[in-house]
């Protein structure tokens, strides 16, 4: 599956942006998603996942600020990020496998990334 990212950008902390991911190529019903994100220097790190049956699940930094999303018939995945702070600033990615045991590997399938920058 191909992943294409958009709706990066630069906000003031407390702001808003919602990051979109658009698959195709394959099934993308039966695929897990998730976004991921890497800050200078720093290992890329999960920030929520989300599986073919809608289950969600958050990194604790994520846990009330963001919302992942997901529209099967647009073939869309969705990540709403409120209430952003600085050190959210990082190139977010998208992130598709069939098993939600695959994401974050590197045979799975991930978007170029989209940058995220949040200033104080």
């Known amino acids: 599956v191909q992943l294409v990212e958009s709706g990066g950008g630069s906000v003031q902390a407390g702001g808003s942006l919602r990051l979109s991911c658009a698959a195709s190529?394959?099934?993308?019903?039966?695929?897990?998603m998730a976004w991921f994100r890497q800050a200078p220097g720093q290992q890329r790190e999960l920030v929520a996942s989300?599986?073919?049956?809608?289950?969600?699940a958050y990194a604790d930094f994520a846990q009330g600020r963001f919302s992942i999303s997901r529209d099967n018939d647009k073939e869309m995945v969705w990540l709403q990020m409120n209430r952003l702070r600085p050190e959210d600033t990082a190139v977010y990615y998208c992130n598709a496998d069939q098993y939600t045991d695959g994401l974050g590997s590197d045979d799975s399938s991930w978007g170029q990334g989209t940058q995220v920058t949040v200033s104080s």
């Open positions: 989300i599986t073919s049956g809608a289950t969600k």
């Open positions: 190529g394959s099934i993308f019903s039966i695929y897990a």
